[in-house]
């Protein structure tokens, strides 16, 4: 995914929603997806300290990037990956040892399901 040279509103390394160890670092594990449906862009990526799913939302290619979190994401062990579908998104990642999913539809967040 491109990302066309726009800044996300956090800086490399600096915490997101007040919360220590919840920067994104050029290490950070994170995923991609567009929505084709609300014409949505999603960015994941895991807390470098704190295991936190951490995501950013732009509407359209010309939209700004803004911080996105659902208290449904849980803890991801290591890496994440991400599907989305018309207006249904896919968050997967190993959490505890279990593979664990959240499902977006239409713009709502499931609670963490083991599968």
Known sequence: MILDNQKLTASIGADVYSRSGSGFTTTSRFAACFVPDSKEY???????????????????????????QATAWGKADGDIATVAWRDQVRLLYMSSGKLAMNKQSDLVWSKVEYL
């Open 42 to 68: 999603h960015i994941f990526y895991v807390g470098r300290t704190t295991r936190e799913i951490v995501g950013y939302l732009r509407s359209g290619v010309k939209g700004s990037w803004s911080p996105k």
